[in-house]
C-alpha cells in the first residue's frame, strides 16, 4: 500500500498506483458511475492500467493534486479528489465510491478532507463541482461541503447537461 497522503477518523488517502487496478475497473464499470459519471471505455483490467497512468498519476506531478484512493479497513472504497479540467479555470472536485460504501458517510468524509487538505497546500481562490443533473445523492454531499449550485452547463466534449457548484475560498 502506498504511503497515505492524509487521514481521517475512519479514512486513509493515497496516490492511486498500478496496485489499484481491481478498485479502478469496480468503479468505473459501476452502471451508476457510468450513468452519473460516464462510460471511460474501461472493460478490462488493462484497460484500468492504462486509465490509471494515463488520467491519475501524471495528473499528480503536473498539478501537484489530483484523484486519491479512499481506504477504510485497509480496503480500497472509492475515490476522492481534485482535478484540473482547464489550465486557466478553478480544479474541480470529483468523487466516486464502490456500491456498498454510499450513504454511509464516507464520501462527505473524504471530500472535505480533501478540500481541508488542499486548501492547505495550494492557493485554491474557487473550486468546482460538475455533477449529473439528476445525481441527487452527489448534489447532496457537495452542499454539505459548502458548495452552491453555479449553473447547468455541457462540458467541452461532452452532450449531457452537468450541473456545476462553486466553492470560493476567501
Known amino acids: 500500500m502506498m504511503s497515505p497522503i492524509l487521514t481521517t477518523e475512519r479514512l486513509v488517502l493515497s496516490h492511486i498506483s498500478t496496485s489499484d487496478i481491481q478498485l479502478i475497473f469496480d468503479i468505473f464499470t459501476d452502471p451508476v458511475c457510468i450513468r452519473f459519471i460516464g462510460d471511460r471505455g474501461i472493460r478490462s483490467l488493462d484497460d484500468a492500467k492504462s486509465y490509471i497512468a494515463e488520467r491519475f498519476v501524471g495528473h499528480y506531478e503536473k498539478h501537484g493534486f489530483g484523484m486519491y484512493k479512499v481506504s477504510f479497513n485497509n480496503k ?34 473524504a471530500a472535505q478532507a480533501v478540500l481541508d487538505y488542499e486548501n ?33 452547463t455541457q462540458l467541452k466534449g461532452q452532450d449531457v447537461d452537468s450541473l456545476v457548484f462553486v466553492l470560493k475560498n476567501t
Request: charged share 30%; net charge negative; proline share 6%.
Open 120 to 152: 492547505q497546500r495550494h492557493e485554491l481562490p474557487e473550486i468546482l463541482a460538475y455533477t449529473d443533473p439528476e445525481n441527487t445523492a452527489s448534489q447532496k454531499v457537495l452542499e454539505k461541503l459548502g458548495m452552491k449550485r453555479k449553473e447547468v
Open 76 to 109: 480500497g472504497i472509492g475515490i476522492c479528489g481534485l482535478i484540473q479540467r482547464d489550465e486557466a479555470g478553478p480544479p474541480d472536485i470529483g468523487f466516486a465510491f464502490l456500491t456498498d460504501y454510499r450513504g454511509g458517510g464516507f464520501c462527505t468524509e
